[in-house]
T-cell receptor
Framework: KAGVTQTPRYLIKTRGQQVTLSCSPI?????VSWYQQTPGQGLQFLFE???????NKGNFPGRFSGRQFSNSRSEMNVSTLELGDSALYLC?????????????FGSGTRLTVV | KNEVEQSPQNLTAQEGEFITINCSYS?????LHWLQQHPGGGIVSLFM???GKKKHGRLIATINIQEKHSSLHITASHPRDSAVYIC???????????FGTGTRLQVFP
């Protein structure tokens, strides 16, 4: 079966712009969670969506937002980009949620803000 | 203090050596996860365990719930094991993962 697909793989944006990243989960998975990975902070949880509802949120500013569609595909948006937003953004898909079920990561979107 | 701590941060080994990576956590968790990340960024889930020990090929993961400690062992290490190994703990409340800082392993032939 198809894995978790993240698009685009690479992105270069200018400070102040906004960006939208996409994550298509494994078919049948209803939970999608997003993570940011930077050399300084490591992996950090952004938010988790389940059946189109945000169920959990990490400690990130309101510039970071997301949504989930009825087909479970999820998007995350970062507005007013800052240099510090340069990172690898990963999503993970799970049947019901990461806590008690297996999950699969996508390959990530590498965002560079210049 | 991080809620999930890993050691060592960096590890080099000769092919064939036995490797141990440690993870300690301070939060109450339902399970402990071990992840592997190769250069390029892709992350693979290796183990999810809530008690005892799990084995998959040359990889063994153990957890001691009372001591809030887990270890990942690699027997007969190989250069293809070179990667960053990350432990992650989902708190009892909330569907998210708290990550350790990762251990960068390099295995030389």
């Amino acid at each position: 079966k198809a894995g978790v697909t993240q698009t685009p793989r690479y992105l270069i944006k200018t400070r102040g712009q906004q960006v939208t990243l996409s994550c298509s989960p494994i078919s049948g998975h209803r939970s999608v969670s997003w993570y940011q990975q930077t050399p300084g902070q490591g992996l950090q949880f952004l938010f988790e969506y389940f059946s189109e509802t945000q169920r959990n949120k990490g400690n990130f500013p309101g510039r970071f937002s997301g949504r989930q569609f009825s087909n479970s595909r999820s998007e995350m948006n970062v507005s007013t980009l800052e240099l510090g937003d340069s990172a690898l953004y990963l999503c993970a898909s799970s049947l019901e949620g990461i806590t008690n079920y297996g999950y699969t990561f996508g390959s990530g979107t590498r965002l560079t803000v210049v | 203090k991080n809620e999930v701590e890993q050691s060592p941060q960096n590890l080099t080994a000769q092919e064939g050596e036995f490797i141990t990576i440690n993870c300690s956590y301070s939060v109450g968790i339902s399970a402990l996860h071990w992840l592997q990340q190769h250069p390029g960024g892709g992350i693979v889930s290796l183990f999810m365990l809530s008690s005892g020990k799990k084995k998959h090929g040359r990889l063994i993961a153990t957890i001691n719930i009372q001591e809030k400690h887990s270890s990942l062992h690699i027997t007969a290490s190989h250069p293809r094991d070179s990667a960053v190994y990350i432990c992650a703990a989902p708190p009892l409340r909330g569907d998210k993962l708290i990550f350790g800082t990762g251990t960068r392993l390099q295995v030389f032939p």
